[in-house]
Each structure stands twice: as C-alpha cells, then as structure tokens.
C-alpha cells in the first residue's frame, strides 16, 4: 500500500462515528517511533486533531510517550499542550526541547498559557513565561494574579473592542487593519470612553449591515459582564441558563479587562460535572487513568475508611438481633437484599438531588415538593416489592409471617431512602458542605442502618 493510501485509511478511520483512534492507528504510530521513522511519523500524525493526539500520549506508556515526543520534536503544538491531561502535560513540558516549547506556547491564546502554567513548578512557570513576547507576558502574569478558578483565570486578553459611537464601517476597517486579532471571536464589543462595556454587537451583524449603520443599533439584547474575581462554576452556569456565546471580564472599576467564550465555559461545565460524578463515587477529581498506584490509593484510602466506620454501624445494629437471627437462618439470607435496594434507592434520589442542586434547580422553593415527591416514589416502589418479596419469602422458606416482614421492611426502607436522598444533600448543601462529597456515606449509613433495624426488629415481634 502506497503512503498515500496509508494516510488515506488513516482519514477514513479517524471519521469513525464512535472518535476513537483506531488500533492500527495507535500500532503504527509507535511502529514509526521504535524504528525512528520521524518522517513517518509526521505524516501518520498529521491527519490527527490535537485532542487526538492528546489522547494517544495518555494512553501510551511513559517510555513509548518520551520517545514519541523527542522524535515529533518541532511538529510538536501549544494545542496538544492545552488539550492533555494535567498528570501528563508536566511531564510532556519536561520532555519538549525548549526551543519547540517556547514555539508552542506562542501560538496559544492567554486563557490557555494561564490554564497550562496553573499547575506548573515555579521554574516551568519560568520558563514558559520567558519564552513569551513582554505584552503577553504581562497579560498572563496579571491574569494568574487573580484567584483560582475565578472568571480572570478563565479569561482571555484577546478582545475586539470599539467606541460605542462607531459605525459599521470604521469597525469593519479597524479589524482589517488588526494585525492580532483573536484567532475566533464572536462578538465586538462597545465601550464607552472609560473602557466600561455598554453592549456588544454579533459579528453576523456588523457583516450584513451598511457601512453607516451605527453600532449602537444593533447591539443584542442580551448582555452582560462578569467580574474577574467571580468564581468560573457560576460563569458556566450563566452561560449554559441563558445561552451566551461570549461575555466581557470586568475589573474592580468595570472595565473592560478581558472575555469568556462558550468553549471555555462549558469546559468548566464538564469539568464541574466530572467532580460531582467522582466524589459521588468517593473518587478524588483529581484522579485520571495515568495515575500512579501510590498515588491511586492514598486518594481513595480516606473514603473507603469512612465506608468502613459505616459498615461497622451497621453491623452494631445487626449484633443487636444475634438471638433472633439465630432462631431464624433465613433472615442472614433475607439482610441482605432490604439493605442493598435501600441503598439503591438512596443512591438514585441522591443523584437527583445533587444534580439538581449543582444546576440550581432545586431551591428553598421547591424543596419539600421534591422531598415529598421521592418519599412517595419510595412508597410506590416500596409497595411493589415489598409484594415481590414476600411471595418469595412465602415460597422459598414456607413463613406467612416472614414475607410479612421482609415486605414491611421493603416499605420503610424505601420510603426512608427516598427522604434521606434528598434531605441529606440539602442539609448538607445548607451547612456550606459539598453535597456530592459527603451524601454518599450518610446515605448508605441511614439505609443500612434502617434496612437492617426494621427487618430484624419486626422478625423479632412477629416471629417470636
């Protein structure tokens, strides 16, 4: 097959509906970089998106990732750089000659030099910084003065903005004249003569209207600014609740400082959503699949620790009924199942909450509408089990009275892991405590606990 061909499959193999690389794709990329191939190497890489490229030296091991970026050397991006993983694009920096760093670094915009220095060694930082032009040096500096994960972090300097009283036309010059203006912009913004944005106007506009049109008339009507100290999780928010595409950063004495674009913001977005979905799981959102085992378990270790205080509560409860369970085998056999479909249930309710609270739709408002909501779904589901379980209580060990009390058990334990779904997340959302970090625990521990103590302590007043 000639090169030519080769690339072309590659093309078709990248186009994929499912956006993975291909495994042919992976083996002769390190094929390439074995036999030192560098021209193949290129020309099989060339075809591939930067976040393509990303994720292969995510997946590849530390060795094959070394030598792979010594041999792409020069062809070697700031994109790639801004689309790895944090775990990895410290140790990729260490690897890149300078010369190929300092090169990379200068074709990014300021949002993402500040979002790759962030987690840098102070003479990375040092570096990067060093190799950048005094302007934007500066801008990145100033940005990386203001908080973490704030609205200035997440900011670029990169802004087309015009006088409030311009025409269409002197806009339309002024950016043909720009020699740096901003690879992609959605917006041109008006300010007044203090710097302050009063609006902004599409591009879409300013292309389909005469030279002499006002700017000023055909300013969307939706607009506005956000503080450069504002925290980046309510910036998302805004931006996904009311559909903006960009919005200016202001600074203490409003003026105009820098703009978020949507992709920066729903980066944020996903990012937010990510960390929810891992601490439900007691899963550090620092974690990645490139993590070291070290590393790996003293994250996790605090977590299972905590489950297994839970665990021991639990099992106090059960202590408690040693004379029952001992008249009664089948009820050893039964625990079980009334405290792992409470603790699903618990489970499903508190996803619901959580989410709901991250999106802000869950409010003082609406709150005991949704608590009752889950309880009665508790209820529902409760009853249709608690039916299930005690035909087969009835038929597995011939006890009338045992699938009485495996079903009342189902009842309660449903019904209470619905409330505490919800309530617990609340309470702790309430306190100032993140809800997705700490429901979890609570949650099983009251379903565990409630399962174990109504199911032995009904069998202990109507089977004894």
Not at 158 to 172: D, K, M, R, S, T
Not at 174 to 186: C, G, I, N, S, T
Request: hydrophobic share 50%.
């Amino acid at each position: 097959m000639s090169e030519e061909a080769e690339v072309e499959e590659l093309e078709e193999r990248l186009d994929s509906d499912d956006y993975t690389l291909d495994r042919k794709v992976i083996t002769g990329i390190l094929y390439a970089v074995d036999t030192e191939d560098r021209e193949k190497l290129v020309e099989l890489m060339e075809p591939l998106h930067a976040a393509d490229i990303a994720d292969l030296l995510e997946q590849i091991n530390a060795f094959d990732r070394r030598r792979m970026v010594l041999l792409y050397d020069k062809e070697f991006d700031g994109e790639i750089l801004s689309e790895l993983d944090e775990s990895i694009r410290e140790e990729v920096i260490t690897i890149l000659n300078p010369d190929v760093l300092a090169e990379a670094v200068r074709e990014l915009d300021s949002d993402d030099v500040v979002d790759l220095l962030e987690d840098l060694e102070d003479e990375q930082q040092a570096a990067i910084l060093g190799a950048l032009e005094a302007s934007d040096r500066v801008a990145v500096q100033q940005a990386l003065t203001y908080p973490e994960e704030s609205a200035g972090r997440l900011m670029q300097r990169e802004v087309v903005a015009a006088p409030e009283h311009w025409n269409v036309g002197q806009a339309i010059d002024y950016m043909r004249e720009r020699e740096d203006l901003p690879e992609q912009f959605y917006h041109i913004i008006l300010v007044d003569p203090r710097m302050k944005p009063v609006a902004h106007v599409t591009l879409g506009k300013v292309m389909a209207s005469p030279r002499v049109t006002q700017l000023a008339d055909l300013v969307e009507p939706m607009f506005r600014t956000f503080s450069a100290t504002e925290d980046e999780g309510n910036v998302a928010y805004a931006f996904n609740q009311y559909h903006l595409i960009s919005a200016p950063v202001v600074d203490d004495d409003d003026r105009l400082v820098g703009v978020i674009t949507i992709d920066d913001a729903m980066i944020v977005l996903d990012e937010e959503h990510d960390e929810d979905i891992l601490r439900l799981a007691g899963v550090s959102e620092e974690s990645s699949l490139t993590d070291r085992v070290i590393d790996t378990t003293k994250r996790r270790f605090p977590w299972l620790a905590v489950n297994l205080v839970t665990a021991i509560l639990a099992s106090l409860v059960i202590a408690q009924f040693e004379a029952t369970i001992a008249q009664f085998v089948a009820l050893a056999v039964l625990m079980p199942i009334v405290a792992s479909m409470g603790g699903n249930a618990g489970t499903q309710s508190l996803t619901v909450a959580v989410r709901s609270i991250a999106t802000k739709d869950l409010t003082g408002a609406n709150v005991w509408r949704v608590i009752r909501r889950e309880c009665l779904v508790g209820l529902v589901n409760g009853v249709i089990f608690a039916v299930v379980m005690g035909i087969v209580g009835l038929i597995w060990f011939g006890s009338p009275g045992l699938g009485y009390v495996i079903a009342a058990a189902m009842v309660i334990n449903l019904v209470i892991a619905g409330l505490a779904g919800t309530v617990i997340p609340v309470a702790l959302d309430r306190f100032g405590i993140d809800p997705a970090l700490a429901s979890g625990a609570f949650v099983t521990t009251v379903t565990d606990i409630v399962g174990f103590f109504a199911f032995l302590g009904l069998a202990g007043v109507i089977l004894l």
